[in-house]
């Protein structure tokens, strides 16, 4: 369960940010995530990490929302760019091109995990 080292990791730099700024942590209210869907994360999991870690870093009141980026691709043939879905209930996935055909994918979404916003109280 990586979400936990994850969420470790987010308390730091948002701890780091705050001090940076000289800004009492008890005055954090927000931190806005994406997670790309290649992260392979689990948002509850790492919510669930999220809130555990802020509270033993004495920020008890910080909401935490994350945001799942979805697989983007673009054609390595004729460039079309498309968001990636699996279709419900389907079991094989592919990632060739509808409008020429090609199977040659280049991944263009959904491998970030970025700290979008950190937000505090007045």
Same mark, same amino acid.
């Not at 509270?55 to 994350?66: S, T």
């Not at 279709?87 to 079991?91: V, Y």
């Given at each position: 369960m990586h979400e936990m080292g994850l969420a470790a990791n987010v308390i730091d730099i948002v701890l780091a940010e705050l001090e940076k700024r000289n800004i009492d942590k008890s005055r954090l209210t927000a931190v806005k995530i994406t997670a790309g869907k290649m992260m392979q994360i689990v948002p509850e999991s790492l919510k669930f990490g999220l809130e555990i870690a802020s509270?033993? *870093? =004495?920020?008890?009141? *910080?909401?935490? +929302? +994350?945001t799942e980026a979805p697989l983007k691709i673009r054609c390595g043939s004729c460039g079309r760019e498309e968001c990636m879905r699996r *279709?419900? =209930?389907?079991?094989e996935f592919s990632m060739a091109c509808k409008k020429c055909g090609a199977n040659t994918p280049q991944i263009t979404g959904g491998r970030e995990f970025t700290i979008d916003s950190i937000d505090v109280a007045d």
């Open positions: 509270r033993a *870093a =004495g920020m008890p009141k *910080a909401e935490f +929302i +994350i *279709a419900s =209930g389907a079991e």
